[in-house]
Nanobody
Framework: VQLQASGGGSVQPGGSLRLSCAAS????????MTWYRQTPGKQRELVAS???????LYADPVKGRFTISRDNAKNTVYLQMNSLKPEDTAVYYC????????????????WGKGTQVTVSS
């Protein structure tokens, strides 16, 4: 199983970016899909998560600015980031809780490689 994140880049404050993360490989089903971010010297922090039925959860710093969504048919999760601030600068990672066979009680967590988001004037 692999997760491939894309969509990072550099943007000015107030700008927008859309991140995507596609899962591939031996996948039976995907439960929660989550975006995290990390800056140097700090722990990785949860940004937003979404259940298989598309119930979202957001960290307080991004509420009202970021929107998480998913396309189950494409095994893909998205993160629309609006009104970006310099403090949103980080490497963003996606995580998927993935079952690789029917009958598995819980999915295993898989990580994608990060994608850099830089917000600067």
């Amino acid at each position: 199983v692999q997760l491939q994140a894309s969509g990072g880049g550099s943007v000015q404050p107030g700008g927008s970016l859309r991140l995507s993360c596609a899962a591939s490989g031996r996948i039976f089903s995907i439960d929660a899909m989550t975006w995290y971010r990390q800056t140097p010297g700090k722990q990785r922090e949860l940004v937003a998560s979404i259940t298989r039925r598309s119930t979202p959860l957001y960290a307080d710093p991004v509420k009202g600015r970021f929107t998480i969504s998913r396309d189950n048919a494409k095994n893909t999760v998205y993160l629309q980031m609006n009104s970006l601030k310099p403090e949103d600068t980080a490497v963003y990672y996606c995580n998927g809780q993935i079952k690789t066979m029917p009958g598995a009680m819980h999915g295993m967590h898989y990580w994608g490689k990060g994608t850099q988001v830089t917000v600067s004037s």
